[in-house]
């Protein structure tokens, strides 16, 4: 049976404030979902502020059917490649021919991203047997042993953490969705999480401001002449996945690297007005824009604040949350 306090350091404690929001979140009491209509004059928009019970099942069934459609096609035009391409309805994988076309080759790493990808979705959606078929495919197919430079930031939040959720939710006591396991399971999900974090390392190595460079090659490392400019979500975004591993494996590196790239970005906060900027050079640890926001490469790292104290219970990771959201209210709410 798999210990979850494992994911908690010792004595830590998850603060009541974490698990009212957990409670809230888990609840399923209510028939309908409501939506806080505080804001909103008039009553105009009334029609919008809920979904019935019969709404919710529609849309249920609905989403099952787009997923459905889109994984299928898929498995049948893509797979072994990292997605589908619509418009010649064919796989399609890194663009080799051209390696600075970032757009697709951060994301894509011939490492069957859309396979991965939709591992915990199955899960979630009740097909156990096609999960089941899923997972020993990705156990065949997935290596990361390829000369490919792919994005820290993507093969983080997609691969690795698409590969410690399906292995959290086999390994799982309370089997949530069901019995997932594949026969003779043996944490290779877990294994090729290791393997890949393994191979970011290397972007953190001789990184003079914790931050870790935005790009490694897969069997290489860094990869020399690399763009320094990376986004405040792309290096701060990475602790709820690295430390996972590390707790799972029982080695420390990985959440320590993710715990100093947090760190240092917010000392070099703006001190005046305690807003964070948009990309910075993880040289020379300046900032490259200094627009502030809660758009695209910097929003996640608002939500792994919270989500880091509520799944692991560190006290600094609210406080950080705090000060960020007043300082966001106090100079951005007019924006």
Request: aromatic fraction near 10%; charge should be negative; include cysteine.
């Amino acid at each position: 049976m798999f210990d979850y306090s494992i994911l908690l350091k010792p004595k830590a404690r998850r603060h009541p404030t974490s698990q009212a929001l957990l409670d809230t979140f888990l609840s399923t009491k209510d028939n309908f979902t409501a939506i806080d209509n505080s804001s909103y004059y008039g009553k105009q928009y009334d029609k919008y502020l809920y979904f019935s019970t019969n709404e919710r099942l529609r849309l249920l069934d609905e989403s099952t059917k787009m997923f459905q459609f889109a994984y299928d096609n898929y498995m049948k035009y893509a797979f072994p490649l990292d997605e589908l391409d619509p418009i010649h309805c064919c796989g399609r994988g890194p663009d080799v021919e051209k390696p600075d076309n970032i757009n697709i080759n951060d994301v894509l790493g011939n490492y069957s991203l859309g396979l991965v990808d939709s591992l915990d979705t199955l899960a979630v959606m009740g097909n156990t047997t096609e999960f089941q078929h899923a997972v020993k495919l990705v156990i065949e197919h997935v290596r990361f042993n390829r000369n490919i430079t792919i994005q820290v930031f993507e093969a983080t939040i997609r691969v690795l953490g698409a590969l410690l959720s399906a292995h959290l939710l086999i390994i799982d006591p309370l089997q949530p969705f069901g019995n997932l396991a594949p026969s003779n399971y043996n944490n290779e999900l877990l294994d090729l999480a290791h393997d890949l974090a393994s191979r970011l390392l290397p972007a953190f190595e001789n990184a003079p401001h914790d931050l870790p460079y935005p790009r490694v090659n897969l069997l290489t490392g860094v990869v020399s002449g690399m763009r320094n400019d990376t986004s405040t979500a792309g290096a701060g975004s990475l602790s709820l996945e690295f430390t996972i591993l590390s707790r799972l494996i029982g080695d420390p590196i990985f959440e320590r690297v993710a715990r100093r790239a947090v760190n240092s970005l917010w000392t070099k906060r703006n001190q005046i007005t305690g807003l964070l900027g948009n990309v910075i050079d993880v040289e020379t640890g300046e900032w490259l824009s200094q627009s502030s926001g809660l758009g695209a490469g910097i929003d996640s790292f608002f939500e792994y604040l919270l989500k880091n104290y509520i799944l692991f219970g560190e006290r600094e990771d609210l406080n950080m949350f705090d000060e960020a959201y007043e300082a966001i209210y106090v100079h951005m709410r007019k924006g």
